[in-house]
């Protein structure tokens, strides 16, 4: 069961002071093996929380590199049983890196929200995000996970002004999700000194950790979010690396755990490197 | 299938919350639900704003031709041996299609809006066409989204749309048609918040769309009533009319469905066939699920993954259907039936033959389950179809599909 892992860890990141490193990558991208073997090494290499994408035949608010990955992984045959069963496997070997999935509402609806709930618990998975799933249509889905002791992790953007924030911070658990531009994932770059007073906004509105992420790219984007926010997510930049390895034949292990090495360092000393 | 009670009052739907019983919602990212729900705002102060009505009425009358002409079909009822057929011209309307009436009315509230820079999808390239045209009309940025296969197969509309100024980007992601296109509008829309007006094409969508692109097209059956009126003093027995989204079908329906006595038809394209799973009907070959904003009934795998629709009309292709028809299925009010490819085909050169009009092959899908309705409501009754568009653009596909000449000596 999740037992409290999210929060433990923002916890103890906060007594250290400093932000977590979140990296994002697609179940079953390139396949479900290779996938294992990434999640299995992404703590080494540094990162805090780990978000598992479940995919999506029609993900409206993803750029290319995340809706090739999610095709990649359909074509492997990835399912929301496939997810799951990923998320168990790296369990068995690490019982305190919180992960989260994060999707589309229809796979969830088509496998049945208690279902889900109960067996995504079970498979020690600790909280959910889903794009298309406004605070004003979360009510079912909000009700199945805090039933099965998940949290539904919200998202704020840049759209989102105080009348708004108060709707999403209502049943929010976990952290919130803040989306650093108005667009799709992997699209426009990070202003980390414009994002500041909104993520200090969410941050006291919500009462919870604030994540950053789309549009953070490379160490000095991931350094300059950790400085302003609970935690800065990277995805496109790891998922691209997958591709990368996958077209020129090389292991997507080495080059996605490299990757994620390299913007953990990044996370992890820019607080003590000055702001 | 589902079902649900009748309810009292059919046109008290939706609820506030953009809800058709169960169905329908606002199923997007928090980026976009402050835009949706400011375009909420604005469309229901523009529909109780007199001027507005006005404004619209005028350009529906001057610039679209409307009233349509509700014409008795002579031909095609002696043909068919039963009810007598109505057809409601849509096809007559400037660009050529029903769609003119929604993009009249949104292109207005985008500009009550302030908005400068308009996006659309397109399967057919009729909502493109009309889209273009009304972005021309007031000198407005237009970009349409078109599967790159549907660029290929309505070359001739998407000539039109350049030659309106409008910028058409072919979309290759997924099956490369229309979901494909609406995807890519939405990301479009999510990364232009600011300026951005996105004109949706049909019933589909997050609320307001389905409630605001019905009200556009409820003009098709209001006048109707009225012109039905006219000409044979009372109300019609049944309407029939294709679905893609839904538009052209709930904008004959709507004024009409408190009329218990008026049987509904929707015809969806069956494509290769219902057996086949090379098809494009989501009431009679989906379920219900959550797609570009909206729950509705949906084709998709067991897994929830949302499966290609295959139709040889490019307006029809489309695994989704609006919110409210999903609703109307599920409380039996409107009756959801099937034609295929190959019976579409047949009705497009009958009704060309028989009454000198060439149909869209979208309402060529509504023309082939006539006999059968025809018969349903018996001689003495009157049935009315929506030809929603004219079928010069299909040309191209037809003469492919049938080779050129095989039309010749027909019926
Ligand atoms: C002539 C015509 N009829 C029908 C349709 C289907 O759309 P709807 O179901 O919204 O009327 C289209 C769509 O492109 C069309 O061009």
């Known amino acids: 069961m999740s037992g409290g892992r999210i929060e433990a860890r923002f916890a103890d990141l906060a007594r250290e002071d400093r932000a977590a490193f979140v990296a994002y990558v697609m179940a079953g991208d390139p396949d479900a093996e290779t996938c294992l073997s990434i999640l299995e090494g992404l703590p080494d290499a540094g990162a805090d929380l780990i978000e598992l994408g479940v995919p999506f035949s029609d993900p409206m608010a993803d750029g290319p590199a995340i809706q090739r990955a999610a095709t990649r992984a359909l074509d492997g045959g990835m399912t929301v049983n496939g997810v799951l069963d990923l998320a168990r496997r790296f369990r068995t070997g690490d019982e305190a890196t919180p992960i989260v999935l994060m999707g589309y509402l229809n796979p969830l609806l088509s496998y049945g929200l208690e279902t889900f709930a109960t067996r995504a618990a079970a498979a020690g998975v600790d909280g959910v995000i889903v794009v298309d799933c406004p605070p004003e249509e979360a009510a079912p889905l909000t009700d199945a996970l805090e039933g099965a002791g998940l949290a539904l992790i919200r998202l704020a953007t840049p759209t989102t002004d105080a009348a708004r924030l108060a709707i999403v911070a209502r049943r929010a658990g976990g952290f919130v999700y803040y989306v650093s531009v108005a667009g799709v994932t992997g699209d426009k770059p990070v202003d980390a000194e414009k994002i500041a007073p909104a993520v200090a906004r969410v941050r006291q509105a919500c009462g919870l950790p604030v994540a950053v992420g789309f549009g953070v790219r490379t160490p000095d984007q991931a350094a300059a979010v950790a400085r302003v926010a609970d935690g800065a997510v990277v995805g496109s930049a790891l998922v691209d690396a997958i591709a990368e390895a996958v077209s020129q034949s090389r292991d997507p292990v080495a080059l996605v755990l490299d990757t994620a090495a390299a913007l953990a360092k990044a996370v992890q000393s820019a607080r003590a490197g000055g702001s | ?411």
């Open chain 2, 1 to 411: 299938m589902v079902n649900a009670p009748p309810p009292n009052d059919y046109l008290a739907y939706p609820d506030a919350q953009g809800r058709f019983g169960d169905y329908g919602g606002r199923y997007v990212p928090e980026t976009l639900m402050p835009l949706v729900l400011a375009l909420g705002a604005a469309y229901a102060e523009a529909k109780a704003d007199a001027a507005f009505q006005v404004e619209l009425g005028g350009y529906l009358t001057n610039y679209a031709g409307r009233p349509s002409p509700l014409y008795f079909a002579r031909r095609l009822t002696e043909h068919l041996g039963g009810a007598k057929i109505y057809l409601k011209r849509e096809e007559l309307n400037h660009t050529g299609s029903h769609k003119i009436n929604n993009c009249l009315g949104q292109i207005l509230l985008a500009r009550r809006m302030g908005k400068k820079r308009i996006i659309a999808e397109t399967g057919a390239g009729q909502h493109g066409v009309a889209c273009a045209t009304v972005c021309a009309l007031f000198g407005l940025e237009c970009i349409v989204y078109m599967g790159a296969v549907d660029v290929e197969r309505q070359a001739p509309n998407v000539l039109r749309m350049n030659l309106l100024g409008a910028q058409v980007r072919p979309v290759t992601s997924g099956a490369a048609t229309l979901k494909d296109a609406m995807n890519e509008a939405l990301r479009d829309w999510v990364s232009n918040v600011e300026d951005t007006y996105y004109l949706i094409g049909s019933t589909a969508g997050p609320h307001p769309y389905p409630v605001m692109v019905r009200d556009f097209q409820a003009v098709i059956g209001a006048e109707t009533r009225e012109q039905l009126l006219a000409a044979e003093g009372r109300a019609p027995d049944a309407l029939v009319a294709c679905v893609g989204g839904g538009s052209n079908a709930i904008g004959l329906f709507h004024a009409f469905l408190n009329d218990e006595a008026v049987r509904m038809f929707g015809v969806e394209a069956a494509g290769d066939g219902m057996a086949t799973r090379r098809h494009a009907a989501a009431v009679n070959g989906g379920r219900p699920g959550v797609l570009h904003g909206a729950k509705s009934y949906l084709l998709q795998d067991a897994d929830g993954q949302i499966l290609e629709a295959h139709s040889i009309s490019a307006g029809l292709d489309y695994p989704g259907i609006g919110p409210e028809h999903a609703w109307l299925h599920d409380v039996g009010r409107v009756r959801y039936l099937t034609a295929t490819d190959d019976e579409a085909l047949e009705a497009f050169a009958l009704c060309a033959r028989l009454e000198g009009i060439v149909p869209a092959l979208e309402s060529a899908h509504a023309l082939a389950r006539l006999p059968q309705i025809a018969a349903e409501v018996g001689a003495g009754g009157v049935v009315v179809l929506n030809l929603s568009g004219r079928g010069d653009k299909d040309l191209a596909t037809v003469a492919a599909r049938l080779g050129l000449g095989a039309l010749e000596g027909r019926v």
